[in-house]
């Protein structure tokens, strides 16, 4: 049943166990606190939304958010592009997970939801080069998936920084993609085993006592693998995933209506693009500009200390076990905020450095797209709704 009142983790809870909460910049002689400002996180969906700019507003109500990003404008803009897209359920709830929970983490970033007008590849692949052709977008967060094909490889220049990009505060830089690896185990979907995207699975998050991190284990339909036609490997990172550590997210859309606790790899996904808006920040205010995900934001995930994570070393997905350092069901693990933003802010990339990562597990090479239609986890398995969305 549905819950007037949230039931899963709230924002404060996830930013003190990862550490978003101690991480701050010095500038002109005074602390700002990492939380986004100036960037702009792009969130891409299928369908319509029609109650997400109300459900923002709750969310942030409810948890002390700013509603307003650091220009003093509405947190959210919504672009439906092309057509106008019918609204879906399943779709709506991706949204309202999507938005809020990037809001959570970086609370002061703009957020820009694109629609694609249907689920197709096509169309989302439409709605991604829309989203890293904005001005100020330096994260693009794609929370869906589908099989892999041959011909995914075609697909990476949308995945890619379009020539002379502008990033956050107005800078030229990098724009970054992240992507879900999947809710059903082995293997991992496309697009998270592309070489340009950052592949975000899924734990089960354990707290202890006011909140403090206490212990992750590997969430069983964490999405991992080798891709079959490149050799890719995938995740790169991973994040709370478990619907039975999820998070409250709150959907007003009609059949939603409601608080209800969330899962699924889609969740870490703009959580870790609302990081990488966090990192931008603290690069932008030393006049570095936003990172290049595939040059230099995978590069530096794999080049930085294994301290800039928690190494999730216990659990298992379908056909393969967490262990200590990089495996295939939870990448180099989850963030240790305080640590891995202050290092990917300082990084700069080098032959060096992505030699090594293909060293420690995500060979350099061909990436594939799928020309099937592509769904949210939660969507792809109606049947199974409730494996990645408990419903309180």
Known sequence: MLSFNPTGLVPAQVRHAYGFDQVAFAHRGRM???????????????????????????????????????YGKPTLTKVIHRSQPPADSGWALEASLDVEWAHAIAPKAHILLVEAASA?????????????????????????????????????????????????????????????????????????????????????????????????SAWSGSGGGVSQYSGTYAPDVAYDADPNSGFSVYDSYEGNGGWQTVGGTSAGCPQWAALIAIVDQGR??????????????????????HKAFNDVTTGANSNYSAGPGYDLVTGRGSPVASRLIPSLVAYQASATAAVQRAVVGTPVGASSVTTATITTGKRRDVASLFGTTEIA
């Open 32 to 70: 700002i606190s990492g939380d986004g400002r100036g960037q702009t996180i792009a969130i891409v969906t299928a369908y319509d939304a029609p109650t997400i700019e109300n459900d923002i507003n709750v969310f942030s109500r409810k948890f002390g958010l700013p509603t307003t990003d650091a």
């Open 120 to 216: 197709s590849t096509t169309d989302l692949l439409t709605a991604v080069d829309y989203a890293r052709s904005q001005d100020g977008v330096v994260a693009v967060s794609m929370s869906w998936g589908g099989h892999e094909t041959p011909f995914d490889v075609y697909h990476d220049e949308y995945l890619s920084t379009p020539a002379g990009h502008i990033g956050g505060y107005g800078v030229a830089g990098g724009v970054t993609f992240v992507s879900a690896s999947g809710d059903n185990g082995q293997p991992a979907s496309w697009p998270a085993t592309s070489t340009h995207v950052v592949a975000v699975g899924g734990t089960t998050l354990t707290l202890g006592r006011k909140s403090r991190y206490r212990g992750e």
């Open 284 to 305: 932008e205010m030393r006049g570095l500009s936003s990172l290049d995900g595939p040059s230099e934001t995978l590069a530096g995930l794999y080049a930085i200390s």
